[in-house]
């Protein structure tokens, strides 16, 4: 059975840091990509971060870039996002994704994305 479960969430004041983790398994780690998306209420997911199968591609949201950075371990089965400097406006629900591929590209598109986690709140305080 697939699982994504994510962890980290929590309320930060504005500047401060929160590292997510999203622990799989159920599937080949190895061979996926895996993604960061959110999701305000009443707004569309988007798309936060990406990275490759072996880790030597990593993509960003322009709103996150430079603040923002991702990492996975294909040994521990698992894929962090360390957020710095975080703003109110980054307060969403925050959700892990895994998408069947073993290319450099990585997307950022949802729709792309084969499993998803039940996600996890950040709440950034002004």
């Known amino acids: 059975q697939v699982q994504l479960v994510e962890s980290g969430g929590g309320l930060v004041q504005a500047g401060g840091s929160l590292r997510l983790s999203c622990a799989a398994s159920?599937?080949?780690?190895?061979?996926?990509?895996m993604g960061w998306f959110r999701q305000d209420p009443g707004k569309e997911r988007e798309f936060v971060a990406g990275?490759?199968?072996?880790?030597?591609?990593?993509y960003y949201a322009d709103s996150v870039k430079g603040r923002f950075t991702i990492s996975r371990d294909n040994v521990e089965n698992t894929v962090w996002l360390l957020m710095n400097s975080l703003k109110p406006e980054d307060t969403a629900v925050y959700y892990c994704?895994?998408?069947?591929?073993?290319?450099?590209?990585?997307?950022?598109?949802?729709?792309?994305?084969?499993?998803w986690g039940q996600g996890t709140q950040v709440t950034v305080s002004s």
């Open positions: 994704a895994s998408r069947y591929s073993r290319r450099y590209y990585v997307s950022d598109d949802p729709g792309n994305y084969d499993y």
């Open positions: 159920g599937f080949t780690f190895s061979s996926y990509v």
């Open positions: 990275i490759n199968w072996s880790g030597e591609n990593t």
